[in-house]
């Protein structure tokens, strides 16, 4: 196995098809997501007095055939020195995110990457000194091993448990859906669908092509930030970077047939909007806003039943919530599956100085308290 590293973004765009084959279906790990959010979030935080670099390694086998990615960028700062996260990191909040492997390479490609990464030596150009990660599936076999093979080479490896990630896991038929949810539930979904959904009062608008994307955004922006200042929030679209990489994005990922765009108008008014990216067979609920106007008809509530009943319609086998553990998550009948935050210190001096003061910082009883362990490496 060869490990390359690609710390210029066109450089990486001839391999997009194949990055998008190790992703395996997950758009948060697909050319069309990773690369638009270092377009927008690629660029020196003054304010955090940080650079970032892409940091991307492609594995290669012996007959030249690209088996491995580990799609990261390095955030380098003077207080923290140069940590490795994933790309799509941060406030956009990518979830299911893993080194990308060919199926049956997991061993050969973990090994490539951690005898890669625990070769550069401090104040080399391509050295590291943490390893961040956020919201990685505990069920993710590539990521284990890979902690696995850094912990045999001497770094010393933390974990902690995130926030559940939740699913709806749907069958073929919408009634058989709404067998497995409580009584009152299935009877308010039911009022609620002859009040506004089958009457033809409650439409349904969906996105098919780029040129309706803009009135799509707009609708989803206006009533995301609307709801979040009623509840006292800034709202995720105060950000002129979250909002222009959110406008880029999805047309990126329509473009790649990864995208699910809707608005719900009752009495010919826009009261709901959710956009989704799709994979595999899994549609994921990413944004979302609400007329906060609007409370007494439920316009979340209406807008998930249509879209729950639309995703079966159309054959999709799960319905993914994502990352957090709002209550809500469990009326509709999804289940949690765990993620946790990963920290990985090479075992060289400096990194290690840093990791002391980090632990120090934390103090033992608050580092028990927030749930990390040592997984592995030198106490």
């Given at each position: 196995m060869r490990v390359e590293l690609i710390s210029k973004l066109d450089l990486l765009a001839p391999h997009a098809e194949q990055w998008d084959r190790l992703a395996g279906g997950i758009p948060f790990n697909g050319w069309a997501w990773m690369s638009t959010w270092w377009r927008y979030y690629g660029v020196p935080d003054e304010v955090a007095r940080s650079a970032m670099r892409l940091y991307v390694l492609l594995v290669w086998n012996r007959h030249d055939e690209l088996t491995g990615l580990a799609p990261w960028y390095l955030d380098t700062s003077t207080a923290r020195g140069r940590v490795v996260r994933f790309l799509g990191s941060g406030d956009v909040c990518s979830d299911h995110q893993s080194v990308l492997c060919q199926k049956g390479e997991e061993d050969a490609v973990t090994q490539a990457l951690a005898d890669w990464l625990t070769e550069q030596r401090p104040g080399a150009i391509h050295c590291w000194d943490l390893m961040e990660w956020d919201g990685v599936d505990l069920d993710?076999?590539?990521?284990?091993?890979?902690?696995?093979?850094?912990?045999?080479?001497?770094?010393?490896?933390?974990?902690?448990?995130?926030?559940?990630?939740?699913?709806?896991?749907?069958?073929?038929?919408?009634?058989?859906?709404?067998?497995?949810?409580?009584?009152?539930?299935?009877?308010?979904?039911?009022?609620?669908?002859?009040?506004?959904?089958?009457?033809?009062?409650?439409?349904?608008?969906?996105?098919?092509?780029?040129?309706?994307?803009?009135?799509?955004?707009?609708?989803?922006?206006?009533?995301?930030?609307?709801?979040?200042?009623?509840?006292?929030?800034?709202?995720?679209?105060?950000?002129?970077?979250?909002?222009?990489?959110?406008?880029?994005?999805?047309?990126?990922?329509?473009?790649?047939?990864?995208?699910?765009?809707?608005?719900?108008?009752?009495?010919?008014?826009?009261?709901?909007?959710?956009?989704?990216?799709?994979?595999?067979?899994?549609?994921?609920?990413?944004?979302?806003?609400?007329?906060?106007?609007?409370?007494?008809?439920?316009?979340?509530?209406?807008?998930?039943?249509?879209?729950?009943?639309?995703?079966?319609?159309?054959?999709?086998?799960?319905?993914d919530l994502l990352r957090g553990d709002e209550p809500y998550k469990t009326r509709w009948g999804a289940t949690p599956r765990a993620t946790r935050q990963i920290r990985v210190v090479p075992q060289f001096a400096s990194a290690q100085f840093r990791h002391g003061a980090w632990l120090a910082g934390e103090s033992v009883k608050q580092w028990v308290k927030r749930g990390w362990e040592l997984v592995a490496g030198p106490s």
């Open positions: 993710q076999p590539v990521m284990t091993r890979l902690m696995e093979q850094l912990a045999i080479r001497g770094s010393t490896v933390h974990a902690r448990p995130g926030p559940n990630c939740w699913r709806i896991e749907l069958p073929t038929r919408w009634d058989d859906y709404l067998a497995g949810l409580s009584k009152n539930r299935r009877k308010k979904i039911r009022r609620a669908q002859r009040r506004f959904l089958d009457n033809g009062r409650a439409v349904l608008h969906s996105v098919r092509k780029i040129s309706e994307l803009p009135r799509a955004m707009e609708i989803l922006i206006e009533l995301h930030q609307r709801r979040r200042r009623a509840l006292g929030h800034q709202g995720s679209f105060a950000s002129g970077r979250f909002t222009a990489f959110h406008r880029s994005a999805v047309e990126s990922l329509l473009r790649a047939g990864q995208l699910q765009f809707h608005w719900l108008e009752v009495d010919d008014e826009p009261i709901a909007a959710e956009y989704q990216v799709a994979g595999d067979g899994i549609l994921y609920a990413y944004q979302a806003g609400i007329d906060p106007s609007r409370l007494e008809i439920e316009p979340g509530h209406l807008i998930t039943i249509a879209l729950v009943r639309g995703a079966i319609q159309s054959g999709y086998r799960s319905y």
